[in-house]
Structures are given as C-alpha cells and as structure tokens.
C-alpha cells in the first residue's frame, strides 16, 4: 500500500499523526521544522526525534519528496524542471533567476479545465489535481544542487503559482501550501513573495482574498466581453465584469499588490481602441498591468504584437494613470516561458 507523504501538511495535520503514533504533540513542530525549514529528505535526519517514533513515522508514511525527472536549462538561465505526478501524467516548473531575485513559477494541477485557445497547458484538457504534497515538493526540491559545471542555484525569494492549471479550481490544495510557506513552524516566507494567478474563477477568489494576504494577479487579455468569451472560454462562468466587483472591495493600496496579466496579439487586442476597453474595465482599481508577449504555440492561429505596438499601448495607459510594464520573455527557447508548459518529457 503506497504511504501518506507529510510534506503538504499543515501542523494541526502533522499533529495528529504524531498524536495517533502515541508521541507528544510537540514533535508535530518537531516535524514541521525538519520538512520545511530544514527540508530533510529522510526520517533518519530528524535526529531530535527518537529513533523509536522515527521507525513508527518511516513505517506508516513517507517524507514525501520527489526529485524532478529532468531539466532543460534556457540561453537566459531559466531552467524548467519536470515532475512525474504518477499515473503517466508529469507537470514541470520553471525556475527564472533575476540579478536579486530568483522565482520559481509552480502548477498547481496537470493539464487545466479553463480551455483557454492560446495557452498550450489549457489545450491539454484536465488531467488531474495536484495534491498539497505535489504542490509544495516543487518548492522544496528547486534548486537542487547544480548540474556539473554549473555554479549552485540563488535561494528562492519569489514563488508564483503561475504554472500548470488554475490554482483557484485547486484551492483545497493551494491554501495549505500558502499555509505552510507563510506560518512561522513553516517556511515563515512573507506573503508578499508569493502571487496566484487567476482568469477569476468565483467565488474561489473571494476565498482566496479573505484567507491570505499573497498577491493575485487577474488574467484579463482583453477587455471586451464577447472577444474574451472567444479566447478563454471561463469569461462565461466568470464575467471579468463580476471579477472586478469583487476585486473592488478589497484594498491593494498597501502590502497586497494586484497585477492584471494582457498578453498581446497583433490585430487583436493591441490598439487603443482596446486599451480604452482596459482603463474603463480598471476604473477606480488599485492595480498594475502586465503586458506579455505572446509565445507562439502549434495550433493557435495568433500572433504577437510587435515591440512599437507594445510600447505605445504600455505608455498610453501610463499616460492616463495606469501603471503598465512589458514583462520580460524568460525561457522561451526551451518552452517555458508564458503559456507554454505541457508537462512533455524532452
């Protein structure tokens, strides 16, 4: 019979294992602390607790980390990361290192239901769920130690749950993991170094709002309803419109940040036109825009914007207030970079 994992537990789960094991409660932190502070791989490495409980863990379950399968290292340093989730199916992450900041973008599922046309994960289909445990062992296993002639890899400072699928239809997997990374008997990261996209599945969201303080980034890609509805299919389940109503009722003025993700295609979305759409669709918010540029993928009959085009519709929003930025394009070479994951062996 294949054992429980404990990483993707919380300390109220790690508990009561211990509890059930005829152990005291403070060995639960105990454990906490081995798994996500230290990141042991072993029962045998937990050298505070007695080697008897260590025997009664190792008997009935299992740390629960899993080494990625492969790697594919981009020109640019990005270095995507592939996991075998069992049952034939494999997710991957992608590790982006930035002069001070590294950022490790998770899945949060195999394959995703939201069926979007230009993104290479949603025409896939829905695989599966990805536990807690197969959640947080990305984060825990990246970076392991470097290939051979390669320097090792910075400490993580940033994770965005930006991956494979849409976190919000995973969300009883995705709050223990921001649980454990954010807790003090956890990886005790500060919630401003997590984001979680979204294309605003409700009320998933509102959850998300009101039980973490992480950053949310909004997948809009256009303003106009019935082009949008065209593109992600999710737009008629969750109309942006009733998105940035709940949105409204929070505060992004502060430590929270709220970021909406354009990718932009040339002829579709890329004049002011719609960049008008935008700034009245974004009236009254406190956000910024992510302009990205689309990566080409087989089968979707769209192209990029050019760089011009880019730039004049980022400095026209700017010019009316909006903060707009062009993100950067990381791994594009090894199909990593935005909206190209589709958990493929190499």
């Not at 990246?142 to 239809?169: C, R, S, Y």
């Not at 004049?271 to 992510?290: F, Q, Y």
């Amino acid at each position: 019979m294949q054992q429980t994992p404990l990483i993707g537990m919380t300390l109220d789960q790690l508990t009561k294992v211990v509890l059930s094991g005829g152990m005291p409660k403070f060995v639960g932190k105990q454990l906490a602390e081995w798994l996500y502070k230290k990141k042991v791989k072993d029962f045998d490495e937990m050298v505070n607790i007695s080697k008897k409980n260590r025997q009664w863990l190792s008997e009935n379950y299992t740390v629960g980390r899993e080494a990625p399968v492969s790697r594919m290292k981009s020109a640019d340093g990005t270095v995507k990361y592939l996991f075998n989730v069992g049952g034939g199916k494999n997710i991957e992450s992608v590790y982006i290192p930035d002069r001070d900041r590294a950022t490790l973008c998770v899945s949060s599922q195999a394959g995703c239901k939201m069926n979007c046309y230009f993104c290479a994960t949603g025409r896939l289909g829905f695989k599966a769920n990805l536990t807690a445990a197969q959640i947080i062992n990305q984060i825990l296993s990246i970076p392991p130690a470097p290939a051979k002639g390669e320097t090792a890899a910075q400490e993580l400072t940033n994770v965005v749950f930006m991956g494979m699928g849409e976190p919000l239809d995973n969300l009883d997997a995705v709050l223990p993991v921001i649980e454990i990374m954010t807790a003090e008997w956890g990886m005790a990261w500060s919630p401003k170094r997590i984001t979680v996209s979204t294309v605003g599945k409700l009320p998933q969201l509102k959850d998300l709002l009101d039980k973490t303080q992480v950053h949310v980034a909004v997948s809009v890609h256009t303003a106009d309803p019935l082009q949008r509805e065209q593109l992600m299919p999710a737009q008629k389940a969750f109309p942006i419109l009733s998105v940035m109503r709940v949105l409204a009722a929070y505060d992004f003025s502060h430590q929270r940040r709220l970021s909406l993700e354009y990718i932009m295609w040339r002829g579709v979305n890329d004049d002011i036109a719609h960049a008008d759409l935008l700034l009245r669709l974004l009236k009254g918010l406190d956000c910024r825009v992510n302009l990205i540029r689309f990566h080409a993928i087989p089968g979707v009959e769209l192209h990029p914007s050019s760089d011009e085009r880019m730039i004049m519709f980022r400095n026209y929003l700017n010019s009316k207030g909006v903060t707009a930025t062009i993100r950067s394009s990381r791994g594009e070479d090894i199909m990593a970079a935005c909206g190209m994951l589709a958990g493929k062996k190499s």
